[in-house]
């Protein structure tokens, strides 16, 4: 396990790459972006507005997949108020209980902006059973969700024949990843290993009807090529921090004085409920890496983290998966606490991982020795 001399994210995230010097791919794309001319790249987002502009008003000009946080605010700005184009929302819930933050940020970005939103609500009864199976057997509790995060707007977008369909960033590109090539389009989104496919017949097995599966599939090639999904971090220079403090300025709220996680090292990224977080942070006993060291490596990148304040962060909470995630998702899945800590020992990666005398899962110290000073 080697881990990136620059920030700290590890070279077990899945699809990553790294230079000789030992820099990650994440941290080479972001050092790419002094040189692009941005001023250029949004006049392209301005002539393909262009391309897709509504003829006459009360018509909708693209499709926004959205959740209502900070970045979904920040996309909505761009598209509405700077290219004044007229975006329907589209967002797929999750079935955990909200966070006051979450809920007003749902409502708050259709009034702040003015926009219709449709709200795509998964069949509960399929996602019990399915995220308890993905849990246990894959370590993947919201793959189900995650699945039609990816597939619902573009069945959407082609049912309702507004191929102009704008995504955020393009997650391969800034983080490190499956398709990590810089590129405005979005049509291959859905094959980036976030929620990858996975035989359905599987699910029947598990007690699930074939009815229940729609849109489980991705889409067919011949209905990708009808659409233009696109990622707007391909024509705006992305960075959370900016999105956060736009965001603000049109009624987004964080968890301060609500939450703090005991896992991040943040108030204001993937805030909207709280079992789901469960699903990104199953990264740390798979791979050795979770939130914190996600969140602390793009502070790195962004210039206002040096890596030994990050690494700190990342050593304090990466671990530490906060209880209210646990409870809401166990409540949720139907498991009890004991069944839930039972499957996910299961889960931990015993090339990475140990336990210590207070019976709690930890890196291996040659690991934690190499993330602190990273040897190439």
């Given at each position: 396990?080697?881990?990136?001399?620059?920030?700290?994210?590890p070279?077990?995230?899945?699809?990553?790459t790294?230079?000789?010097?030992?820099?990650?791919?994440?941290?080479?794309?972001?050092?790419?972006?002094?040189?692009?001319?941005?001023?250029?790249?949004?006049?392209?987002?301005?002539?393909?507005?262009?391309?897709?502009?509504?003829?006459?008003?009360?018509?909708?000009d693209?499709?926004?997949?959205?959740?209502?946080?900070?970045?979904?605010h920040y996309?909505?700005?761009?598209?509405?108020?700077?290219?004044?184009?007229?975006p329907?929302?589209?967002?797929?819930?999750?079935?955990?209980?909200?966070?006051?933050?979450?809920?007003?940020?749902q409502?708050?970005?259709?009034?702040?902006?003015?926009?219709?939103?449709?709200?795509?609500?998964?069949?509960?009864?399929?996602?019990?059973?399915?995220?308890?199976y993905?849990?246990?057997?894959?370590?993947?509790?919201?793959?189900?969700?995650?699945?039609?995060?990816?597939?619902?707007?573009?069945?959407?977008?082609?049912?309702?024949?507004?191929?102009?369909?704008?995504y955020?960033?393009?997650?391969?590109?800034?983080?490190?990843?499956?398709?990590?090539?810089?590129?405005?389009?979005?049509?291959?989104?859905?094959?980036?290993g976030?929620?990858?496919?996975?035989?359905?017949?599987?699910l029947?097995?598990?007690?699930?009807?074939?009815?229940?599966?729609?849109?489980?599939e991705a889409?067919?090639r011949?209905?990708?090529?009808?659409?233009?999904?696109?990622?707007?971090?391909?024509?705006?220079?992305?960075?959370?921090?900016?999105?956060?403090?736009?965001?603000?300025?049109f009624?987004?709220k964080?968890?301060?004085?609500?939450?703090?996680?005991?896992?991040?090292?943040e108030?204001?990224?993937?805030?909207?409920?709280?079992g789901?977080?469960?699903?990104?942070?199953?990264?740390y006993?798979?791979?050795?890496?979770?939130?914190?060291?996600?969140?602390?490596?793009?502070w790195?990148?962004?210039?206002?983290?040096?890596?030994?304040?990050?690494?700190?962060l990342?050593?304090?909470r990466?671990?530490?998966?906060?209880?209210?995630?646990?409870?809401?998702?166990?409540?949720?899945?139907?498991?009890?606490?004991?069944?839930?800590?039972?499957?996910?020992?299961?889960l931990y990666?015993?090339?990475?991982?140990?336990?210590?005398?207070?019976?709690?899962?930890?890196?291996?110290?040659?690991?934690?020795?190499?993330?602190?000073?990273?040897?190439?």
């Amino acid at each position: 396990m080697k881990f990136c001399k620059n920030c700290l994210m590890p070279d077990t995230r899945p699809g990553i790459t790294f230079n000789k010097d030992g820099i990650c791919i994440a941290c080479q794309n972001n050092a790419k972006k002094e040189n692009v001319d941005w001023s250029s790249r949004f006049d392209e987002l301005k002539v393909l507005c262009d391309k897709y502009r509504r003829k006459e008003e009360g018509q909708y000009d693209c499709i926004i997949a959205v959740s209502g946080g900070k970045d979904s605010h920040y996309q909505v700005y761009v598209m509405k108020e700077l290219m004044n184009m007229n975006p329907l929302l589209i967002t797929v819930e999750d079935y955990f209980t909200m966070t006051e933050a979450g809920k007003h940020n749902q409502q708050n970005i259709t009034e702040a902006f003015g926009c219709n939103l449709i709200a795509f609500k998964p069949n509960r009864r399929a996602g019990k059973i399915i995220s308890r199976y993905m849990f246990e057997k894959y370590g993947r509790p919201l793959w189900y969700v995650d699945r039609l995060l990816y597939t619902v707007p573009l069945y959407y977008a082609a049912a309702l024949n507004i191929p102009l369909l704008v995504y955020g960033e393009n997650v391969s590109y800034e983080y490190g990843g499956v398709n990590d090539k810089e590129t405005y389009s979005a049509r291959e989104q859905v094959f980036n290993g976030v929620a990858p496919d996975i035989s359905l017949d599987e699910l029947v097995t598990a007690g699930i009807s074939r009815d229940e599966l729609a849109y489980l599939e991705a889409p067919s090639r011949g209905l990708l090529n009808k659409l233009e999904p696109i990622y707007l971090s391909y024509f705006v220079k992305w960075n959370a921090i900016k999105n956060y403090e736009i965001a603000k300025r049109f009624g987004f709220k964080d968890l301060t004085h609500e939450w703090d996680r005991t896992n991040h090292i943040e108030n204001f990224n993937q805030i909207d409920s709280y079992g789901y977080l469960l699903n990104a942070w199953m990264k740390y006993p798979k791979y050795g890496h979770a939130y914190a060291t996600d969140y602390a490596s793009r502070w790195i990148r962004y210039g206002v983290l040096s890596r030994e304040d990050g690494l700190k962060l990342v050593e304090e909470r990466d671990h530490s998966l906060d209880p209210k995630i646990i409870d809401d998702f166990c409540q949720f899945t139907g498991m009890s606490v004991n069944e839930f800590y039972n499957a996910l020992d299961k889960l931990y990666n015993k090339d990475l991982f140990e336990k210590n005398e207070f019976e709690q899962w930890r890196l291996r110290k040659e690991f934690i020795d190499e993330r602190r000073n990273p040897k190439w």
